[in-house]
């Protein structure tokens, strides 16, 4: 009888083992909006030729691990819209031209992530990797679109800097700034031409958090 109380004692115990070390994992989904444009001493932004941002989409998933009661490490896995908006200024409204150059990425942040009750704030390193681009021409009166995958580099280095709420549910609610940290450009000769891109997102972690 003895034995197998000890048994029994000692499965219990290693389910209970378990149970919390699975508890240090939780996944969650998220989604949000894009806010991109290049920066560099090579992106025009004068009277002729205005660089703005261009409004895309991001999502994927997620997985929060825990480290210590304050802290986390979040690596992700994230399509996100980036690219650019440029208006080229013109007397004539007929001829006057809007460029938006179109970049989708395969993102990849691995952010540590400090937290408090309901607020955190995170930062780290983020690797992309290019899976298309497309730049559309519009005027007054057509509009032309090209495919120009070939003008940017495979994949982008750069980091993330982010804060937000999150609830015990495992509701959240964040804010996250990417800067490329590399110029995109493939031509030759290279342009001083980064990625820069702000994100308003919203997501929740299953079996919520602490």
Not at 151 to 158: E, P, Q, R
Not at 159 to 171: H, I, K, M, R, S
Not at 179 to 203: C, E, I, K, W
């Amino acid at each position: 009888m003895k034995k197998h109380l000890l048994t029994l004692a000692l499965l219990a115990g290693g389910a209970t083992a378990a149970h919390a070390q699975t508890q240090r994992v939780h996944f969650g989904l998220k989604a949000g909006i894009s806010f991109a444009r290049f920066v560099g001493s090579d992106v025009p932004d004068n009277n002729l030729v205005t660089t703005q941002y261009r409004v895309g989409l991001s999502g994927g998933g997620l997985a929060e691990i825990a480290l210590a009661q304050h802290w986390a490490v979040q690596p992700e896995v994230l399509y996100t819209s980036k690219g650019t908006k440029q208006i080229y200024n013109s007397a004539s409204t007929v001829n006057a031209l809007t460029s938006y150059q179109n970049l989708g990425y395969l993102d990849i942040p691995v952010l540590l992530k400090f937290k408090i009750p309901h607020f955190f704030v995170e930062a780290g390193p983020q690797l992309g990797v290019l899976l298309h681009a497309k730049q559309t021409v519009e005027s007054g009166i057509s509009s032309d679109e090209t495919e120009n995958r070939n003008a940017f580099k495979a994949s982008d280095l750069g980091y993330a800097l982010g804060l937000g709420v999150q609830d015990t549910n495992g509701l959240l609610l964040g804010v996250r700034y990417n800067g490329g940290l590399v110029n995109n450009t493939a031509t030759t000769p290279q342009l001083s031409r980064r990625n820069s891109t702000f994100h308003l997102y919203v997501g929740y972690v299953f079996g919520g958090t602490k």
